[in-house]
C-alpha cells in the first residue's frame, strides 16, 4: 500500500512540475519593468535622410536627394542612443560612421558622460572618428590586449543594451548583413556592464604610465 502511494504521489509530482515551472515563469515575466524595450534592428539599412533627428527641422524640411520621414533601423539606432540622459559607455572595434559620431558628440554637448572603448589597432584607420571625438573631449581608451578587442555595444544609461554583429562604419550599416538586439532585460544589460567595467579598467592609461620599482643587484640598481 505504501509503495502505491508513493507511486501515485510521485506520478502527481511529474504531472504538477511542468505547470509549476509554467506558472514561475509567468510570475517572474511579470517582474520586468514596465514597457521594457526589446527590439531587433537588422541591417543594411535603407539610406535615407537623418538630418530631423539631430536638429528641430521636420521630416522633409531638408533639401538634401535622399528620402525624407522614411523609418529605418539607422534612425532607430541614433534615436536608441540619443535618448541617454545621463551616460553612454560604449565598446566598440572599428568607428568610422559619421553619422553615429554625430549622435555621440550630440551626447557629449548635452552634458552627458561618454566613454569610448576600441581596438587599438583600428584607431587611426582611414575615415576613423576616433580622433574628431578625443577633440570634442570625449574619454577614449583604446584596449592593449595582444588580441583584437572585437566588441560591438553600447549601454546606454546603465540601463539599456545595443549590442549585436554591427561595427559602427558606413560600411557595416548600408552594405552589410547585420544585426543589433536593444533590450532593457536586467539580465542581459548587467554583465556588459561588468564587462565594460573591466576593460575600462585594465586599459587605465595610468596603470601603464606607472614608474617602474627599483630591483637591487648586487649593490646596484636595475628596473624590471
Known amino acids: 500500500m505504501s509503495a502505491l502511494w508513493t507511486v501515485k504521489v510521485l506520478g502527481l509530482a511529474a504531472v504538477a512540475l511542468p505547470l509549476w515551472v509554467e506558472l514561475l515563469g509567468r510570475f517572474l515575466r511579470r517582474l520586468r519593468p514596465a514597457g521594457a524595450l526589446n527590439e531587433v534592428l537588422f541591417f543594411p ?27 529605418t533601423s539607422l534612425s532607430r539606432l541614433l534615436r536608441r542612443i540619443l535618448s541617454a540622459t545621463s551616460s553612454l559607455d560604449l565598446c566598440v ?39 574628431v571625438l578625443r577633440k570634442a573631449g570625449i574619454c577614449v581608451r583604446c584596449d592593449a590586449c595582444s588580441v583584437h578587442m572585437h566588441h560591438k555595444f553600447a549601454l546606454v544609461d546603465g540601463r539599456l543594451l545595443i549590442t549585436g554583429s554591427l561595427n559602427w562604419t558606413l560600411t557595416a550599416v548600408q552594405s552589410n548583413i547585420e544585426n543589433v538586439v536593444v ?13 565594460f567595467h573591466r576593460l575600462w579598467e585594465r586599459n587605465d592609461p595610468a596603470r601603464c604610465l606607472r614608474p617602474k620599482r627599483p630591483k637591487l643587484r648586487s649593490g646596484s640598481i636595475s628596473y624590471d
Open 45 to 71: 539599412s535603407q539610406v535615407a535622410c537623418v538630418e530631423h533627428i539631430f536638429s528641430s527641422l521636420s521630416p522633409g524640411s531638408c533639401l538634401c536627394p535622399l528620402p525624407h520621414g522614411v523609418e
Open 93 to 131: 572595434f572599428a568607428f568610422s560612421n559619421v553619422n553615429l559620431s554625430r549622435a555621440v558628440l550630440a551626447l557629449h554637448d548635452r552634458g552627458v558622460a561618454v566613454r569610448v572603448l576600441t581596438d587599438r589597432d583600428y584607431v587611426a584607420v582611414t575615415g576613423s572618428q576616433i580622433g
Open 183 to 195: 533590450t532593457e532585460e536586467p539580465d542581459l544589460v548587467r554583465p556588459f556592464a561588468e564587462e
